[in-house]
C-alpha cells in the first residue's frame, strides 16, 4: 500500500483538460492511466478495493507481506516503458532482481527439473531425462522466439478492431502452426512426457489448458529466456505503488473504495460512470480495467449492446479459478526455490477436470511460491512467507467454497509437508485464504474466473472484446479479459494499445 507520506504534491490539475475516468487499479488500469495522463488527458483512476493492484494487492498481517497474485515479473521493459513516459526510470522506485532457476519443477516421483536461462545446465538435465531430445532444445526455443516475434511484437500491442487485421495475420498464424496446441507443439519436439510438461505449462500461468490453448502461448518460453525472470524487491506490490505514484506525480488522482456500479451512455457514446455512493462522474472517455465479461454484463444496460450481449457472455469460455493460501511459517526452509512448480500424478487429465468436467481433484498440482528466498524483508526474521495456489475449476462447478476452504487447505498442507516443507502444520504462525468466490465477489470476476475469458483462438486477438468497445464509443478496455490476455505482459500490452486508439488531449473538444 502506497504511504501517504511519499506521495508528491500534485500539480493542479487544469479543469479544461479532457477527463478519462479509468475503472480499476490493476495493472492494466494503472499502466492505462499513466498513458493517458502522458497524452494530456485529466485521469481519475476509480478502485473499488482499499489499495491499488487488483489481483496484485498485497495482504499484510502478523509480520509477513504476501503479494495476492503475480509473482514473475517477465518482460520488464514494459514497465520500464511507463516510467520513462514520466521522465524517469524504472529503478528510481523498484528493484527488480533476476530469480535463478525461474522456476523449480518437482515431479510426482520427487524428481526435479530446474529450468532456467542457463543453456548448458538446462541440455544437461534433458539428457538426464532423454538424450535423444537435447537437439530439440534449440530447434524448440527458435520455434518459440518466431513465434514471440510474430505473436508478441507485432500483435500484442496492435488494436483488432476489425476482422481484416485478422485475415491480414492468418498467413503467418498457419506458418507458425497456431492453431496446434501448446502441448501439440511441444510434442512435435520433445518425446519424453516429462520434458513435454516442463515445456507446455506456461498457459496455466495465465489461464489457459495446455492442451486447448493456441500455441502462440509457446512465446512465453522465449520471453522468459530472452528477458529473464524477475522479482520486484519489496513484493510484486512495489509495481504498483510505483505505478501509483507516476499518476499522483502526473497530477492525476487515483481514489479507493469507489465501486463504479454503471457507465452512462447517452447516444451510443460513454458519458461517465456513476458510483454506488450515487456519486456521478463525468468523462470524456471511460477505460474499464474491470473483469470485460463484468463490464458488459453488470455496468452496461442490456439495451446498448449487440455484440456482448447477455448470451454471448454466457456461453463464452472462462479460464480455470484458483484456490489460494497464504501461510507464514516460524521456521525458514532454505531449501525450498523461490518458484515451485509441484506436479501431481495426472496432467491431462487434471486439467481436463479442472477446465472441462468442473471438478475439483484431490491430486492437485501446485505453484509454491517463497519470495523469503529473495527477499527476507517479506517476514519476520528467522521466519519465512508462502503461498501455494492450486489451480481449480471456475464458480460454474457448484463448489460450496466457504464450506470447503478448509478441508482443501489441509488437504494441500498435508501434501505440502509430507514432501517439500516438513513439519508443516506445526510451523505455520499466519494464514489466510483467497477462493473462487473471493474472484467473483471482491474483484468482480465473471463465474469467478482468475485470469477472465480463457486463452483459445476463438477467443483471441479480434475474437477477444476489442480494447475499443465495439457496441459503446469513447470506452476503451485494458486488462486480462481484452486483447491480448491476462499475464503482466499481456496486460500491460493491452495499455499500450491504447496509444494506437486514443486521441492526444488537445485534438479533443472538451465536453
Ligand atoms: C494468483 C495469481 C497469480 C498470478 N501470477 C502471475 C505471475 O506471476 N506473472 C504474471 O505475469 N501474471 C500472473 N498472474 C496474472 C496477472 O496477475 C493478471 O492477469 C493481471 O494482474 C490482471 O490485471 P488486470 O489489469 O486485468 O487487472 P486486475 O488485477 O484484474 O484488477 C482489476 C481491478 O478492477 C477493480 N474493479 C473491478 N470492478 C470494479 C468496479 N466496478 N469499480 C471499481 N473498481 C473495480 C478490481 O477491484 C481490481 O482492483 C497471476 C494471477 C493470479 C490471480
Redesign the pocket.
Known amino acids: 500500500m502506497l504511504d501517504p507520506g511519499s506521495r508528491p504534491t500534485p500539480p493542479m490539475r487544469n479543469d479544461h483538460q479532457p477527463h478519462a475516468v479509468v475503472?480499476?487499479?490493476?495493472?492494466?488500469?494503472l499502466a492505462a492511466a499513466v498513458r493517458l495522463g502522458a497524452k494530456g488527458y485529466r485521469v481519475t483512476v476509480?478502485?473499488?478495493?482499499d489499495a491499488p493492484?487488483?489481483?496484485?494487492y498485497v495482504f499484510k498481517q502478523d509480520g509477513f507481506t504476501f503479494d495476492?497474485?503475480?509473482?514473475?515479473?517477465?518482460a520488464p521493459y514494459l514497465f520500464e516503458e511507463l516510467w520513462k513516459l514520466c521522465g524517469k526510470k524504472l529503478s528510481d522506485d523498484v528493484t527488480l532482481k533476476p530469480i535463478s532457476p525461474f522456476y523449480r519443477i518437482r515431479f510426482n516421483d520427487g524428481t526435479c527439473f530446474d529450468y532456467s536461462d542457463d543453456k548448458a545446465d538446462v541440455l544437461r538435465q534433458i539428457a538426464q531425462l532423454c538424450p535423444d531430445d537435447v537437439p530439440a532444445y534449440d530447434r524448440f526455443m527458435k520455434a518459440s522466439e518466431a513465434i514471440f516475434k510474430v505473436g508478441f511484437e507485432q500483435l500484442g500491442d496492435m488494436p483488432f478492431n476489425n476482422f481484416t487485421d485478422m485475415v491480414k495475420i492468418a498467413p503467418d498464424m498457419i506458418k507458425l502452426e497456431s492453431y496446434r496446441s501448446v502441448y501439440g507443439l511441444v510434442s512435435k519436439y520433445f518425446r519424453d512426457p516429462k520434458l513435454r510438461v516442463v515445456f507446455s505449462f506456461h498457459p496455466l500461468?495465465?489461464g489457459g489448458n495446455p492442451f486447448n490453448a493456441t500455441s502462440v502461448y509457446c512465446l512465453i518460453t522465449f520471453l522468459e529466456k530472452h528477458w529473464g525472470v524477475h522479482f520486484a524487491m519489496g513484493g510484486t506490490g512495489k509495481l504498483a505503488e510505483g505505478l501509483v505514484k507516476l499518476i499522483l506525480g502526473q497530477g492525476n488522482i487515483v481514489r479507493y473504495n469507489?465501486?463504479?456500479r454503471e457507465i452512462m451512455v447517452e447516444n451510443g457514446a460513454a458519458t461517465g460512470v456513476r458510483l454506488a455512493s450515487g456519486e456521478v462522474l463525468a468523462a470524456d472517455i471511460v477505460v474499464s480495467?474491470?473483469?470485460s465479461a463484468?463490464t458488459y454484463r453488470y455496468?452496461l444496460p442490456a439495451a446498448v449492446r449487440s455484440r456482448w450481449t447477455d448470451r454471448k457472455i454466457e456461453k463464452a469460455r472462462y479460464s480455470m479459478s484458483?484456490f489460494?493460501w497464504y501461510f507464514g511459517t516460524k521456521k525458514q526452509y532454505p531449501d525450498v526455490k523461490h518458484h515451485t512448480i509441484m506436479l501431481g500424478p495426472r496432467y491431462k487429465e487434471l486439467v481436463t477436470d479442472i477446465f472441462k468436467r468442473k471438478i475439483c481433484a484431490d491430486d492437485f498440482s501446485l505453484y509454491l511460491h517463497r519470495p523469503t528466498a529473495t527477499d527476507p524483508s517479506l517476514a519476520p526474521e528467522g521466519c519465512d512467507t508462502f503461498y501455494v495456489?492450486s489451480p481449480v475449476p471456475h464458480m460454474d462447478s457448484g463448489i460450496n467454497w466457504p464450506a470447503k476452504a478448509e478441508s482443501y487447505r489441509k488437504l494441500i498442507a498435508k501434501e505440502l509437508g509430507a514432501t517439500i516443507l516438513p513439519d508443516l502444520e506445526n510451523q505455520v504462525v499466519s494464514s489466510r485464504m483467497l477462493t473462487p468466490q473471493d474472484f467473483q465477489d471482491r474483484?468482480?470476476s465473471f463465474r469467478g474466473a482468475?485470469?477472465?475469458l480463457e486463452p483459445i483462438l476463438t477467443q483471441s486477438a479480434w475474437f477477444r472484446p476489442h480494447n475499443k468497445s465495439e457496441d459503446i464509443d469513447r470506452l476503451y478496455l485494458?486488462?486480462?479479459?481484452t486483447h491480448p490476455g491476462?499475464?503482466?505482459?499481456?496486460?500491460l500490452s493491452s495499455a499500450r494499445v491504447l496509444d494506437a486508439l486514443i486521441p492526444d488531449a488537445h485534438t479533443l473538444v472538451k465536453s
Open positions: 475503472i480499476g487499479s490493476g495493472f492494466g488500469g476509480l478502485e473499488k478495493l493492484g487488483g489481483r496484485a495476492a497474485g503475480p509473482t514473475i515479473v517477465t500461468l495465465v469507489q465501486d463504479v480495467n474491470a473483469d463484468w455496468l484458483l489460494l495456489l474483484l468482480s482468475a485470469f477472465g485494458v486488462g486480462a479479459g491476462a499475464g503482466l505482459p499481456g496486460v
